[in-house]
């Protein structure tokens, strides 16, 4: 297993690099197709929201009907300017935050992406999470819940649910 694709990236880390790192593993979940990281990133309960468009109730609905679906894309999502607000403490001691980002998400049909002709999606925005302390597993960071704010889009849409290329006429 890479670092990019690891859970538990160690008790070095501090509390606000913990926190950014929720980012780094559900965003990275969705690139490679690995469930174990989405499910490191979210906590059962969890909620995720994209622009008013989707919503995803628990963890169960965000892998059935975001995760899987996505993952099966070429997708690169990156994330950049990560706040961390600690809600209740000064890091060290503290069980809860919010988390802000901006983002940049490419998106196309499995196979296609390296395509020069290939037809994409890219969306742009804020990610917002509230993140909470899961003590029960190494004092993992997860997030509670995930706002997608969308503030621009770019390409043809229907790339989202058309995983596998289009027979060309």
């Not at 890091?91 to 049909?109: D, E, I, L, M, V």
């Not at 770019?154 to 649910?161: A, F, I, K, N, P």
Request: charged fraction near 25%.
């Amino acid at each position: 297993m890479s670092t990019f694709n690891a859970i538990h990236l160690g008790a070095d880390m501090t509390p606000r690099e913990a926190v950014a790192d929720i980012i780094n593993r559900g965003t990275a979940a969705f690139d490679l197709g690995d469930a174990a990281l989405l499910e490191s990133a979210f906590t059962e309960d969890a909620a995720m929201a994209i622009s008013g468009i989707n919503r995803f109730e628990g963890l169960t609905a965000i892998r059935a009907d975001c995760f899987t679906p996505v993952s099966k894309l070429d997708t690169v999502h990156m994330a950049s300017n990560v706040r961390v607000l600690f809600a209740d403490g000064d890091g060290a001691s503290a069980k809860k935050a919010t988390a802000t980002a901006n983002f940049q998400a490419n998106h196309y049909r499995a196979g296609e992406g390296v395509k020069p002709d290939a037809v994409g999606f890219t969306t742009g925005g804020i990610y917002t999470l509230e993140c909470v302390k899961d003590e029960g597993d190494k004092g993992l960071w997860r997030a509670r819940s995930w706002e997608v704010k969308l503030t621009w889009t770019l390409g043809d849409q229907s790339v989202m649910t058309s995983g596998a290329p289009e027979e060309k006429k």
